[in-house]
């Protein structure tokens, strides 16, 4: 990606030195927090009501929001806990994969785009959708890494990609108009950085497809004879002993029916 590398150059100094670890530290204090106080979470959430009367932070904070939270005890922990130690490992991925500049780029343009959908969507996709792109970017940096599903099943990243995949575009097609557009802004940030190379891999795909079948055209089956005698259809399968020889006449012939004379062999 050259654009990225230039931009890298140039903006190198945004770049956040463990951007995703710092995500999951606030993330687990805030999961504490709601023991103490249930309603921080309504502090905190993406509301562009509240956002437009000056709570400027929430364009911020939801991303530190646990997901899937439900009534306090010990299943729930164990959620979050979950939870917190697969986006860890995928932080972990990408920044080993991409360097801090382009997790940190990939990340803050995921929370442009769910920003955009909920202000002009109105389509509240809280901080899953950006826990989903970082997914989307494992599996296509590191698709064959291995990821035990549940501490148990041991699945490669791909798979679970795929998986995930399909029920988005399952929500995708059954969402309004709206609804699409808020799901297709969401992700643009994915679009932008593995979209041209996408592209550029159908294109290579597609040419090598043309050349395989232009091959398969020209090419010669094993059990097609390359001599044929033109008197008597022998060749070289039917009698390994056999020449052949072309005539004035442009026929292959073999030398017990080449023509002598006027087609004498050239």
């Known amino acids: 990606m050259r654009f990225l590398?230039?931009?890298?150059?140039?903006?190198?100094?945004?770049?956040?030195?463990?951007?995703?670890?710092?995500?999951?530290?606030?993330?687990?204090?805030?999961?504490i927090l709601t023991f103490l106080n249930p309603e921080i979470l309504s502090i905190l959430d993406l509301n562009p009501a509240r956002v437009r009367k000056g709570e400027v932070w929430r364009l911020v904070t939801y991303i530190f929001i646990p997901q899937g939270i439900?009534?306090?005890?010990?299943?729930?922990?164990?959620?979050?806990?979950?939870?917190l130690q697969i986006i860890w490992f995928f932080g972990e991925m990408l920044?080993?994969?991409?360097?801090?500049?382009?997790?940190?780029?990939?990340?803050?343009?995921?929370?442009?785009?769910?920003t955009v959908?909920?202000?002009?969507?109105?389509?509240?996709?809280?901080?899953?959708m950006l826990g989903v792109s970082i997914l989307f970017a494992c599996g296509?940096?590191?698709?064959?890494?291995?990821?035990?599903?549940?501490?148990?099943?041991?699945?490669k990243i791909k798979w679970i990609a795929w998986i995930v995949a399909a029920f988005l575009l399952l929500g995708f097609f059954r969402a309004p108009l709206l609804g699409k557009l808020a799901l297709t802004i969401a992700f643009?940030?994915?679009?932008?950085?593995?979209g041209p190379e996408a592209l550029q891999r159908l294109r290579q795909h597609k040419e090598i497809a043309v050349r395989r079948k232009r091959f398969e055209i020209q090419a010669r089956p094993e059990d097609e004879p390359l001599h044929r005698c033109a008197t008597c259809g022998a060749t070289e399968l039917t009698d390994a002993s056999l020449e052949f020889r072309v005539s004035r006449d442009g026929e292959e012939y073999c030398l017990a029916h080449l023509p002598r004379a006027a087609n004498a062999p050239v």
Request: aromatic share 20%.
């Open 5 to 31: 590398d230039k931009l890298e150059r140039r903006f190198g100094f945004i770049a956040i030195p463990g951007l995703i670890r710092i995500v999951v530290a606030f993330t687990a204090l805030v999961y």
């Open 70 to 83: 439900g009534p306090p005890g010990l299943m729930q922990a164990i959620w979050v806990v979950f939870a």
């Open 95 to 114: 920044q080993a994969a991409w360097g801090a500049f382009r997790v940190t780029l990939y990340f803050f343009l995921g929370m442009i785009g769910t």
């Open 117 to 128: 959908a909920a202000f002009v969507f109105g389509v509240p996709f809280s901080n899953i």
């Open 140 to 155: 296509c940096l590191c698709p064959n890494e291995i990821m035990y599903v549940l501490f148990i099943l041991p699945m």
């Open 188 to 194: 643009a940030h994915f679009f932008i950085f593995f």
